[in-house]
């Protein structure tokens, strides 16, 4: 039996009450009934229940931001507003009648309904003296009479504020019937899926890092040409943030080693040490992996322990992160001398450049237990972590494979930075995600988030696939 809401793309507004809790289980039975629902939540919304439950329930991303366009550039509130069949507000709070009723569109929520022509229903939920003051009853009346809302009007029960009176969220059946009521005899207004808002592209993860400790390098490395001017380049730091914000959502402990950026960056959520040249982020990198305090810390490791003490055979060389993402853009070359005055304007000038160190190659060299010139003189880490690299290519992806063996990676993600869907500061990216065993994985055009969970897709499965030797060690590590 088909359900009543069939073929039906319903958004379902939620906004900041108590009542939030519930808008999930109003979301199954929405979905229950048939209908492709989409979740928009008021930034107090987001504040009781988090998106990623909404998320994995609807499949779809939810609009929370309302200045964040969609990963295809659409702007998502219009892209709902033209598609919806209905749009519900529920629970609605006091302030959203208010702002709604005046017109106001300062939220995804409000923005949605003033710019659909879909039918709109509100629940309201709130405190007994909030639903009964005169200018709640004036905003529901004007709702009502003016835009032509339903409005499903809240029961009388036990309320947050510990009274019992009006104010409860109705109950959920009684507003999935008036979403029926409200879209019964008109056509469904955007059939074709592409006029939607995305689905989201591929299945929301399970929490497979928990206890796992991964280490994310992000953004673009700056080399001093003078105390004002730096040698850099494009990258946003926004697939590296993506893949940190993928991980924490996974349940991993994360450290990020973020050179510049231009995004936000989840400091409330990990570890971020943030650096400006190649030779702070190596810096950074061996002091946060292996102890160790930069420079000529990998030659120094041989014959020491791989956690720090240097000399002697190491009885043990724990692994102090399971993973590292190197998706940090790092330069490849630097000015030999950066003085340290400004350098004045004059006929020209030629700069001098040497190469960097090739930051993922010593690591891997490292982890692996080789000194710099490939040999065997100290003990590989245990468990072995997963390591990572990213490859920018101009063009052909032709020299990833090579680029995979010189690093000794486990994982290669290669794009082609020309390609305007995947370039520099794009929501999206096309990728081919090689591995060491001679895979390769050529993924369609992704969200940045959505190529982030491939990868650590990929970590997860390399990490799964370590022999018991190999695991020894892990978890007692990361807990500490
Ligand atoms: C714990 C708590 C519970 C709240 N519950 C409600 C509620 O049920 N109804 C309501 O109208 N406001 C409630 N509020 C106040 C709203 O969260 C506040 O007015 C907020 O600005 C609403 O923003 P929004 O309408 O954009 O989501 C509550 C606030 C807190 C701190």
Redesign the pocket.
């Known amino acids: 039996m088909s359900g009543r809401l069939e073929g039906r793309l319903i958004a379902l507004g939620v906004?900041?009450?108590?009542?939030a809790y519930k808008a999930v289980e109003l979301l199954r039975l929405l979905t229950a009934e048939g209908a492709d629902v989409v979740v928009l939540l008021?930034?107090?919304?987001t504040r009781f229940v988090g998106p990623l439950t909404f998320a994995a329930l609807s499949r779809h991303a939810v609009e929370s931001e309302l200045m964040e366009l969609l990963p295809d550039g659409r702007i998502g509130h219009i892209v709902i507003a033209d598609s919806a069949d209905a749009v519900v507000v529920a629970?609605a709070?006091?302030?959203?009648l208010g702002?709604m009723a005046s017109g106001m569109a300062g939220?995804v929520?409000t923005a949605t309904c003033l710019a659909t022509s879909a039918p709109v229903i509100a629940a309201?939920?709130?405190?007994g003296d909030?639903w009964r003051h005169p200018a709640t009853s004036g905003n529901v009346e004007r709702l009502r009479t003016a835009f032509g809302y339903t409005v499903v009007e809240p029961g009388s029960g036990p309320l947050?504020s510990g009274q019992s009176g009006i104010?409860r969220l109705a109950d959920l059946p009684l507003i999935v019937d008036a979403v029926v009521a409200a879209v019964a005899g008109r056509p469904v207004r955007a059939p074709d899926p592409a006029a939607r808002p995305p689905r989201v592209d591929g299945v929301v993860r399970e929490p497979d890092l928990v206890g796992r400790h991964v280490v994310v390098t992000a953004g673009g490395t700056r080399e001093p040409i003078d105390p004002v001017r730096y040698i850099g380049n494009r990258s946003s730091g926004r697939m590296g943030v993506a893949i940190a914000e993928a991980a924490l959502d996974r349940g991993a402990r994360v450290t990020l080693i973020a050179a510049a950026t231009s995004v936000a960056l989840p400091d409330d959520r990990a570890a971020v040490i943030p650096v400006e040249t190649t030779g702070e982020l190596r810096a950074a990198l061996l002091a946060t992996l292996f102890g160790g305090a930069g420079e000529g810390f990998g030659d120094a490791m041989a014959g020491g322990a791989a956690n720090g003490a240097g000399g002697g055979a190491p009885e043990s060389a724990t692994a102090r992160f399971d993973a590292l993402v190197m998706a940090a853009a790092v330069s490849d070359f630097r000015p030999t001398q950066a003085p340290d005055h400004k350098l004045e304007r004059g006929a020209g000038m030629t700069l001098e450049l040497e190469p960097t160190p090739d930051l993922l190659a010593e690591v891997s060299r490292i982890t692996h237990g080789l000194d710099s010139t490939g040999a065997a003189t100290r003990l590989a880490l245990v468990p072995a972590p997963v390591l990572v690299g990213f490859a920018a290519e101009t063009g052909s992806l032709d020299r990833a494979p090579d680029k995979l063996r010189r690093k000794g990676v486990d994982l290669l993600v290669a794009n082609d930075v020309m390609d305007p869907d995947s370039g520099f500061g794009t929501e999206t990216n096309r990728v081919v995600i090689l591995d060491a065993d001679g895979g390769r994985d050529e993924l369609p055009l992704l969200s940045k988030r959505e190529v982030a969970d491939r990868v650590l897709d990929g970590v997860v499965a390399r990490m799964d696939a370590r022999t018991p030797a190999e695991q020894t060690g892990a978890m007692s590590e990361v807990s500490r």
Not at 93 to 96: E, L
Not at 124 to 127: C, H, L
């Open positions: 906004t900041g009450s108590i009542a008021s930034p107090s919304a629970p709070t006091a302030h959203w702002a939220d929520v309201p939920a709130m405190d909030m947050a104010g």
